[in-house]
């Protein structure tokens, strides 16, 4: 009242404090849920009581104040809703470590549903399972597609003992130190392997599978000496490279305490579809969201008396998903709040970060900038200004934002809270952060230039990108992409060091984004050399020729580059499908010619010469074939470049010259002498770069296949691809993959057959190249088993990447002749043989595959035309053409003795389905039945539904 002073309050919150103090015990203090939840933190509590209060219709909960609390410490979420995927992965682990049983298991599940917690119970209990075993855990970084190996160099440092700071000479002495006593006889080879691999190498890594071989090698040794436990963390964001390395490492020899996690999002798929598939001991768990009834026990026990409608709350929000689930717990903690919870889980965490005292908000958004894990003089580095940085870190360490991993590290509890906290950073904040943490990297490495190169290349990378987009024309952005430029262009020879050329050609890419006109050249140069074949390796070299010459380069580039781009367009022509016209391949090689009059380098003029010695080679797929003198003039070319590539004892060029020489021989239909020559190379295949390694025995398999020594060509083609590593020179691969698919359809080995044409399509979807017409006749092949099987389904898949590499191409190209095979009017083939021109190097194997799918649908060529190609099959030994048209003479004259001749060519090459084919068109002729029957049981066996149909319609006929 006014009079008296007195100001009555009313209202619930009032009814709701008198209630509560009224219930409180003498000097106690009873709080209500509410305040109970916003200051919990730093008080301890009673158990809930409940309160009367008039007007409510339930009891007030409420709680007495005890005392303050003690400092907190972060609580880890407990392990609810796992225990048959606990107990499946200590089955799994027994198995490994005690029966010596190597193990793959894959976690799959998106973020936040367990897959780290579920390995960090296990690895707890691993004691008791093996008390002996080491744990080496290997964390991909969410940019880790351009750190090639990266994660690797916390293993080998782990294991061979050094700090993560050691100098590349500490590496590679502590590598020799921990491989002594281990057996190895190339110890110095395989220290560099391993040292190449982290930037620690002092020489490059041309064999790729050498590489892999050693990783491999290098974890069974430290598995031979104790049990041994790898995890590969969020390998959904490893580069093409790691995974391969992975994949090949996951295959040990022998028996093995060998334990290997690989925690992945479902993404990882995506990116290889066939993940795990074919192997022995592998184990992948999908992990499913947590039951409701699961993921309310979890915020019972990190939310303690809180109301059942809260619980019910966060377990529909949260979906199952437990990091979501207790980031809402520790939202509504923080908050106090309940009346709106976020909707998703990065929602949830940011609305944890806004609750962050502003010191501590910005040391988790500078940490966010460096990864997964940073340290506190990097944070300075990037904010020197920043106040008491080791205390705010502990402070977000005991609110269980982040975690100490030994020394001074710290990471992120989850990889969410890093992504949230780096998307609070503005474009251009980041990118000035980007460049002081490159900077910071840089004045770090020192002698660990190369181990780094990738990581300091990324944050200039980063910088660049974003200072070009919003400060174009600055100094200060000049400076940064020209960092970018150096920093990239130096992880691109890291990388190439370590035989990871995908990705030294990205980081080439991107450093030419940022480059000066004046770097270009030598840029488009070396990404034309590690593009490889096809038309990226084509556009690069005419980018840095252009470039060359505006720019008044010397003529050993020129003439190098040249070289390099004239080897692509005629020796792998079959990669390229923008195929130039005749007038500007002769243009380019007399220009070529012009400049090497003024080089000197013998090495260049090597590489120019040899690549002349394949100019017949490129035009017998186009409208002419070579003259004689154009083949001596090539000839003349090979010859000089393989005298000088033995004086030089460079075998990669000793090699190109021979495959020159082969071409040749071939051209002029001399097989013998392209085989004699495809054989030297092999001769010291340990030396060559894999693509002339893989080149040599796809060149020996193609030879002994149309000479009809079929044998030879399923040994030479098993004992090339045993040297191909997943993800190994894609290209090349591709074409020793579908020669043994060929010769595997025609020795009636059928299902091996189609799974190489499997690895064929896997092999041409990855390259992403429709430039592969120099593998047409392997998808030939699996069309015919395709067809012969009736398997529709098979027949559409190998038709479609048929027709897609025939479309592809020029109708000038010899490989638009066959674009009607995968139909099914047999017509167009018959057509197509008609035009098919025999000599200059033909591609009989195409011709020997329409040739049957005639025959086999009872299409009957012209005498004249099936007597012309025999007489040239028989005169230069082309076996299987010959046999296919004295089956098909046979047909025609009805000559019982042209099928006894067919059937024994056959027979000699071990054909076996074509072989039966004959014996039962002879037995149509002859009217045995035994030998039908036998011919049909071989038809049988193979699954050959399309023959027997046709054998039974004849017969009745």
């Not at 950073?425 to 002698?447: I, S």
């Not at 590539?645 to 190109?656: E, G, H, I, T, V």
Request: overall charge negative; charged content about 25%; hydrophobic content about 45%.
């Amino acid at each position: 009242e006014s009079a008296t002073g007195d100001f009555p309050l009313s209202g619930d919150a009032v009814n709701v404090a008198a209630r509560l103090q009224q219930a409180a015990d003498s000097w106690g203090i009873l709080c209500g849920e509410r305040t109970v939840a916003s200051v919990r933190g730093g008080f301890e509590f009673g158990p809930v009581t409940p309160v009367e209060a008039r007007g409510k219709a339930q009891p007030i909960r409420a709680l007495a104040l005890l005392s303050r609390a003690a400092p907190p410490v972060a609580r880890r979420t407990p392990l609810i809703g796992r225990n048959t995927d606990l107990e499946q992965l200590e089955l799994v682990a027994r198995r490994a470590l005690h029966e010596q049983r190597p193990f793959l298991v894959s976690l799959i599940a998106p973020a936040g549903v367990g897959k780290t917690r579920l390995v960090e119970e296990l690895l707890e209990r691993l004691p008791g399972i093996e008390p002996r075993a080491i744990v080496a855990i290997a964390q991909c970084l969410p940019y880790g597609q351009r750190l090639t190996y990266w994660p690797l160099r916390g293993v080998l440092y782990r294991l061979i003992g050094v700090p993560d700071d050691a100098m590349p000479q500490t590496v590679r002495y502590a590598i020799r130190v921990w491989l002594e006593g281990s057996g190895l006889e190339a110890m110095d080879r395989e220290v560099e392997l391993l040292a190449a691999t982290v930037g620690a190498g002092e020489t490059e890594v041309s064999d790729r599978s050498a590489l892999l071989v050693a990783w491999r090698t290098f974890f069974e040794i430290a598995a031979r000496r104790a049990p041994l436990v790898l995890v590969f963390e969020d390998l959904h964001w490893s580069s093409d490279s790691l995974l391969d390395l992975f994949e090949f490492v996951m295959q040990p020899r022998g028996d093995l305490p060998l334990l290997m996690f690989a925690l992945t999002r479902p993404e990882l798929l995506d990116r290889r579809p066939a993940w795990g598939g074919g192997r022995r001991n592998y184990v992948s768990i999908s992990l499913e969201p947590l039951s409701d009834r699961d993921t309310a026990q979890l915020v019972d026990q990190l939310l303690e008396g809180c109301s059942a409608e809260l619980v019910n709350r966060i377990v529909r929000r949260a979906e199952g998903n437990p990091f979501f689930a207790g980031e809402l717990i520790r939202s509504v903690a923080e908050r106090g709040g309940t009346d709106q919870l976020p909707d998703t889980v990065q929602a949830t965490v940011l609305a944890r970060l806004d609750q962050l005292a502003t010191e501590e908000r910005r040391i988790i958004q500078l940490g966010s900038v460096f990864g997964r894990a940073f340290r506190p003089p990097g944070l300075l580095a990037l904010e020197p200004t920043l106040q008491r940085v080791d205390e705010v870190i502990d402070r977000l360490v005991d609110k269980d934002l982040l975690r100490s991993t030994g020394a001074d590290i710290f990471a992120f509890r989850h990889i969410l809270i890093r992504e949230v906290a780096y998307q609070t950073l503005t474009r251009a904040e980041r990118g000035r952060l980007h460049a002081a943490a490159a900077a910071w990297l840089e004045g770090l490495a020192g002698e660990r230039e190369d181990s780094l190169a990738e990581l300091i290349a990324y944050h200039y990378r980063e910088a660049a990108a974003m200072a070009t987009a919003q400060r174009p024309g600055e100094a200060e952005t000049d400076r940064v992409r020209q960092k970018a430029v150096d920093w990239l262009s130096r992880a691109a020879e890291v990388a190439a060091a370590a035989a990871a050329t995908h990705e030294g050609g990205r980081h080439l890419r991107s450093a030419i984004e940022f480059a000066e006109p004046r770097r270009l050249p030598d840029l488009y140069e070396r990404l034309g050399d590690l593009a490889g074949l096809g038309d990226v390796s084509v556009d690069a070299y005419r980018a840095a020729l252009r470039l060359c010459r505006e720019q008044g380069r010397p003529p050993e580039q020129e003439l190098r580059i040249l070289a390099g781009l004239l080897t692509i367009l005629m020796r792998f022509q079959g990669s390229v499908a923008n195929r130039p016209t005749e007038e500007e391949v002769v243009n380019l090689r007399r220009q070529a010619r012009a400049v090497a009059e003024h080089v000197t380098d013998e090495h260049v003029l090597a590489a120019y010469l040899a690549s002349e010695g394949f100019f017949p080679f490129w035009l017998r797929a186009g409208d002419r074939g070579a003259t004689s003198e154009e083949r001596a003039e090539a000839d003349s070319s090979a010859k000089r470049a393989l005298s000088i590539a033995q004086r030089l004892d460079d075998p990669n060029l000793q090699s190109m010259a021979l495959d020159a020489l082969a071409g040749t021989g071939q051209i002029a239909d001399d097989w013998r002498r392209g085989l004699a020559y495809s054989e030297q190379r092999l001769a010291f295949h340990d030396r060559l770069t894999m693509v002339e390694k893989v080149d040599a025995y796809g060149m020996v398999v193609w030879s002994a296949t149309l000479l009809g020594d079929l044998a030879r060509a399923e040994q030479v083609s098993g004992e090339g691809l045993a040297q191909i590593q997943p993800g190994q020179v894609p290209a090349a691969a591709l074409h020793v993959v579908a020669w043994r698919a060929y010769v595997l359809t025609l020795l009636g080995r059928w299902d091996e057959a189609l799974a190489m044409a499997d690895r064929a399509y896997q092999l041409y979807r990855d390259l992403g190249s429709s430039s592969t017409a120099y593998a047409l006749h392997g998808f030939m092949a699996a069309i015919d088993i395709a067809r012969a099987r009736q398997d529709q389904q098979l027949f559409d898949r190998y038709a479609e990447i048929h027709d897609e590499v025939v479309s592809a191409y020029t109708t000038s190209t010899d490989y638009r002749h066959w674009e009607a095979y995968a139909g099914r009017d047999p017509a167009p083939v018959a057509q197509a043989v008609a035009r098919f021109q025999l000599g200059q190097m033909s591609r009989l194997d195409r011709l020997e595959r329409a040739l049957n799918r005639l025959l086999d649908q009872d299409v009957l060529l012209p005498l004249a035309t099936v007597s012309v190609i025999r007489d040239y099959a028989q005169a230069h030994e082309f076996r299987l053409v010959e046999a296919q048209t004295e089956r098909a003479l046979g047909r025609l004259q009805k000559s019982v003795d042209s099928l006894q001749r067919a059937r024994t060519l056959f027979e000699r090459a071990g054909a076996a389905p074509y072989s039966a084919r004959v014996r039962c068109e002879q037995a149509l002729l002859t009217g045995d039945h035994a030998e039908m029957e036998a011919g049909l049981q071989v038809l049988q066996r193979l699954g050959d539904a399309e023959q027997l149909g046709r054998f039974e319609r004849l017969q009745v006929g």
